[in-house]
């Protein structure tokens, strides 16, 4: 199990989508990671990738809507790191489109969202709690 | 080699430590060593440039690299392979971040480069003469080492 309690936000509907966030990426990773022979799985890895990547832009858009309604002071710096994220991930796979999904390059993505969504959803989400708390609103 | 350094580097692997991976660091003995060398199978290097220039090494056991990943991904890490090396080069490289950002406090501008991640045993020979500076550092999970190789420009 990826998702940890104290990632939690505190805001219903962003803790929902989180969860779901960490357990497709888990999904993703153990499918990379186990020991079946790389051809055979390459279908499935590259079917989660992409249910994930539809998954973090789905999310995304909820979590800005969120911060428009609640006037969150930061929104426009959390906004661009999801835009950066979001261009990262898309550059990173037109380049296993046009290098050829090695394992090796898969593992490296797995790795880098891994790290990215712990250290974002760990320390720069929490803020948007930590906000609505300051307002006095139920997180 | 400054106090600010070592604390920026200090303080940002504390941070980062906790938040990543739910471990305490506490810093153990210090070291001057000539070059950057370890003996242990991970090492991650990062290039710094700007105000200071040089690199810093973090240095891993396998078994407490397999445990720091497994950890963050919750699920059992059985070798370094390349999923296990690139989260520990994405942590050095962060750890190396925030420690760019502490630096700015003491009026150093700095970045660093993409992380490169060497397994196996490692010995620079390029700076051979030069002194670098080790900070032994000690988590529930086993012992790691960061070498900090810095000069001001």
Known sequence: MMWKEKYRVGVGLIDSQHIELFSRLSNFIQIVQNENDWDEKLDEVKETMAFMQEYVVFHFDDEEKYMEQIDYPHIELHKKIHKDFKDSINDYVNLLQEGGFTEDKIQELGAKLMTWLIMHVGKMDQQIGEYVKEKGGQA | ????????????????????????????????????????????????????????????????????????????????????????????????????????????????????????????????????????????????????FLTEK
């Open chain 2, 1 to 148: 080699m400054k106090a600010e350094y070592i604390n920026s580097f200090y303080s940002a692997t504390q941070d980062v430590f906790k938040l990543m991976l739910d471990l305490d660091v506490e810093r153990g003995k210090l070291d001057v060593v000539e070059g950057l060398i370890s003996s242990k199978e991970a090492n991650v290097i990062l290039g710094v440039t700007g105000d200071l220039k040089g690199s810093i090494l973090f240095s891993f056991t396998k078994s407490m690299t397999l445990e720091m990943v497994k950890i963050m991904a919750g699920m059992e890490m059985n070798e370094i392979d390349n999923f296990v090396s690139s989260a520990l080069g994405e942590v050095a490289n962060i750890v190396g971040g925030n420690a760019i950002t502490n630096l700015t406090e003491y009026n150093y501008t700095c970045d660093i480069v993409p992380p490169q991640v060497i397994i196996g045993e490692y010995r620079s020979l390029s700076m051979a003469n030069e002194k670098a500076l080790v900070i032994s550092m000690n988590t529930d999970i086993g012992e790691f080492s960061v070498s900090i």
